[in-house]
């Protein structure tokens, strides 16, 4: 079974500042996405950025990138110049690449306070 | 911007009472789901549904838990005789449909927080 690893419960960071949250997961498949999303203090979870376990490139979406090691299992998050924005929790998530159901699998999250 | 929204925000029951929990996705979403997050825990996916039936549950998802589209706009999760150990935030969800699924946002709506007493 597909397992998401998230080993930081909270993490702080300066406002302006670069932070790095780690995921890890474990599969045997080779076609899978992973994604992170953001859960702001109003509680609505939000996609903050996808990654196609097929392609080589590291995501990126304004602000936020990853850095994606297939061989590693790893999927971490990188937030440069922090606002105060992205004080949230932030869930690492997996899905398989074929799925036809949509099941979105979890880690634990990671508490990220952005102080000014 | 469209959102998914979820009544109660908070709903509290007695034990072996049976309760209804109420979402209304996104309009022209076709696949709904339900997740729940144990105070503490990692977020846990319950259902989803499509072309109204049931495409994939979870273990967690017994007997006990039902869904429903009743009226084209609402989804429901019902949860029949309620335990202590279902106090969760229950978070609905709703996507578009598409291949693969995974290029489908899920949107998620604020939650509702089920204490049982």
């Known amino acids: 079974a597909q397992t998401v690893t998230q080993s930081q419960p909270e993490m702080s960071v300066q406002e302006a500042e670069t932070v790095t949250l780690s995921c890890t997961y474990d599969t045997s498949e080779n076609n899978y996405y992973l994604f992170w999303y953001k859960q702001p203090p109003s509680r609505q979870m939000i996609l903050v950025i996808r990654q196609e376990a097929y392609k080589q490139q590291n995501a990126t979406e304004n602000r936020f990138s990853v850095n994606f090691q297939k061989a590693a299992k790893s999927f971490s998050l990188k937030i440069s110049d922090s606002q105060l924005g992205d004080t949230a929790m932030y869930f690492c998530?997996?899905?398989?690449?074929?799925?036809?159901?949509?099941?979105?699998?979890f880690g634990q999250g990671t508490t990220l306070q952005v102080k000014p | 911007e469209p959102e998914v929204t979820q009544t109660p925000s908070h709903q509290v029951t007695q034990m072996g009472q049976e309760v209804i929990l109420r979402c209304v996705p996104i309009s022209n979403h076709l696949y709904f789901y339900w997740y729940r997050q144990i105070l503490g825990q990692k977020v846990e996916f319950l259902v989803s549904f499509y072309n109204n039936e049931i495409s994939e549950k979870s273990e967690i998802f017994d007997d006990q838990f039902s869904v429903e589209r009743p009226d084209g706009s609402n989804f429901t999760l019902k949860i029949r005789s309620t335990k202590l150990e279902d106090s969760a935030m229950y978070f609905c969800a709703s996507s578009e449909a598409g291949v693969p699924l995974a290029h489908k946002p899920q949107h998620f709506g604020d939650g509702t927080r089920l204490s049982i007493l």
């Open positions: 998530a997996f899905m398989h690449g074929s799925s036809n159901t949509g099941k979105l699998i």
